[in-house]
Nanobody, 125 residues
């Protein structure tokens, strides 16, 4: 069984930065694919960023490209989402998900097997 836990959310002002962490435990194997998704109030969950389990590829939503960076440390079984130049429209609950999706499925939520409970990010002045 795999357990996923996000941390690092909070209340920030527009233009600020925030780094989310995702800690994975359990029977994950040596390589971890990781995706970040978010859900704003009244909206469906949407893809944010992902990294392939081999580390060979990443994917970003157009809305965060150039502002967010995903990274992963397999040895520590941790992943990160560095979020810069935050905007009010980035406000959402952010979820970390793990699995081994193929490169073409990195943006697909159903390709991930384990999910965290989410961490709230609020961007407001």
């Amino acid at each position: 069984q795999v357990h996923v836990a996000e941390s690092g959310g909070g209340l920030v002002q527009p233009g600020d930065s925030l780094r989310l962490s995702c800690e994975v435990s359990g029977d994950t194997g040596s390589r971890i694919g990781m995706g970040w998704f978010r859900q704003a109030p009244g909206k469906e969950r949407e893809f944010v960023a992902a990294i392939h389990y081999t580390g060979s590829g990443t994917a970003y939503a157009d809305s965060v490209k150039g502002r967010f960076t995903i990274s992963r440390d397999n040895a520590k079984k941790k992943g990160y989402l560095q979020m810069n130049s935050l905007k009010p429209e980035d406000t959402a609950v952010y979820y970390c998900a793990t699995g081994m999706p193929i490169l073409s499925a990195l943006r697909t939520s159903t390709a991930y097997r384990s999910w965290g409970q989410g961490t709230q990010v609020t961007v407001s002045s």
